[in-house]
């Protein structure tokens, strides 16, 4: 087990958003403001690690055959908890972030690594990996939150900061709207991931890490 | 999947009692989170509904009433007392599914106030609808309420003209299922 390059992958190495593709419907559906950002990103890490925990304890009694209903049934149990709770006892953050939390259950992220890392992994390798690759997809979730929101509404913080109405930095009538629409998501996701490859393929390339990279 | 590879195929009724068995634990887990969670969301969700009747149109109790006009987006019609009728409705347009809005309506047929119950609009763009500066617009209209695209008086929530259509049209049906009652 090896914490500093579980670390590594789930930031950057082995981004679930970035590198690995996976989650892309929620990421760019949510973006639009911070609150909601950090929201999402913190029930997705909650979730994550929880299945990943109960599927690595469960790895060697599952058989291969319908390892993926069980998986599917795992998550959905903890997405429809998580989804319960908020509900009773943080109905703002729950409000806000609506259809979202049910979606998890088909968020790939949480699939994919179950099926390619808590399926081989033990029970404490792969809850490190569940918060790694939660932070990671956080992380991408903060990026494009605050981009978007900043370009498509002249604001930063929307949700959290000033009584919810975020922080004005650009002033009214300036920004695109467009940013915060759909197409926004595509154009600022299509940017972060380019600028992400371009950062880890400019040190000199290991064949691990371009091999990584082509997947 | 190694491990996996290494045993002998499972027969078909482990698969069975495996996935059977997984189901019924995650199934036992969730009613149990529910039986601990349904108190307080049933406890939230009526606090909201106290709360956005409240906000539309104080008064010290509301009296449910039975709605027997036509209109299906009705959801609920509520006497406050003299004051007048809070009306729930949700319109038949939205942009994603759940829209639920409390509209206020005073004993002159003018509307009182409008809440946003509940939303399942695009967060930062339909959600909109519940700011003070698109709900307070709805104050003291009555009759047929309109955005301003569709030759209206209501100025549209900026990139969510779906969404404002769709509260004009909850205020217009409140307004007219609360005539009705009289």
Redesign the interface.
């Known amino acids: 087990m090896n914490v500093k390059k579980q670390l590594m992958d789930g930031l950057f190495f082995q981004n679930p958003v970035t590198v690995q593709l996976l989650g892309m419907c929620s990421v760019l559906a949510?973006t639009?403001?911070l609150f909601?950002g950090i929201g999402m990103g913190l029930s997705v890490l909650v979730i994550l690690t929880c299945a990943n925990v109960v599927i690595a304890l469960?790895?060697?009694?599952?058989?291969?055959?319908?390892?993926i209903?069980?998986y599917i049934?795992?998550i959905?149990?903890f997405v429809?908890?998580v989804d319960?709770?908020l509900?009773?006892?943080l109905?703002d953050l729950s409000?806000?972030?609506?259809?979202f939390i049910p979606l998890i259950v088909v968020n790939c992220i949480i699939l994919g690594r179950a099926e390619s890392f808590a399926?081989?992994n033990g029970v404490a390798a792969s809850a490190l990996d569940g918060v790694f690759q939660g932070l990671g997809y956080t992380m991408v979730l903060v990026i494009m939150c605050v981009v978007r929101?900043l370009l498509g509404?002249g604001t930063f913080g929307?949700g959290i900061l000033n009584g919810g109405e975020g922080i004005r930095i650009i002033p009214e009538g300036i920004p695109a709207?467009g940013m915060?629409?759909p197409v926004g998501g595509f154009l600022t996701l299509a940017a972060v991931i380019a600028a992400m490859q371009y950062i880890l393929n400019k040190p000199k390339k290991t064949e691990t890490k371009s091999e990584e990279v082509a997947k | 999947?190694?491990?996996?590879?290494v045993k002998k195929e499972?027969g078909m009724a482990?698969?069975v009692v495996?996935?059977f068995a997984?189901?019924a634990v995650?199934a036992l887990?969730?009613g149990v989170?529910?039986i601990?969670?349904k108190p307080?969301?049933d406890e939230?969700q009526r606090l909201?509904k106290e709360q956005a009747m409240q906000e539309v149109l104080p008064s010290d109790s509301y009296e449910e009433l039975s709605y027997t006009g036509s209109d299906s987006t009705v959801k609920g019609i509520y006497s406050a007392g003299d004051a007048g009728y809070v009306v729930q409705v949700a319109p038949a347009t939205s942009f994603?599914g759940t829209l639920s809005v409390m509209v206020g309506v005073d004993g002159s047929g003018s509307c009182t106030g409008i809440s946003i119950v509940e939303?399942?609009e695009?967060?930062?763009?339909g959600?909109n609808a519940s700011k003070p500066v698109f709900k307070d617009q709805f104050t003291g209209v009555s009759g047929t309420v309109n955005v301003t695209k569709d030759g209206g008086a209501i100025n549209a929530i900026?990139?969510a003209t779906i969404t404002s259509r769709g509260v004009c049209e909850a205020v217009t049906s409140a307004l007219a299922a609360a005539a009705e009652m009289g």
Request: positive net charge; aromatic residues 2%.
């Open positions: 949510i639009t403001t909601n469960l790895r060697k009694i599952i058989p291969s055959k319908i390892r209903a069980c049934v795992v959905a149990g429809t908890i319960l709770a509900k009773a006892f109905p409000k806000s972030l609506g259809l399926s081989k929101e509404n929307g709207l915060i629409l | 999947m190694s491990e996996a590879a499972p482990t698969l495996v996935l997984i189901s995650v887990l969730l989170t529910n601990v969670t307080f969301i939230n909201a994603s939303t399942g695009t967060s930062g763009l959600s900026t990139g």
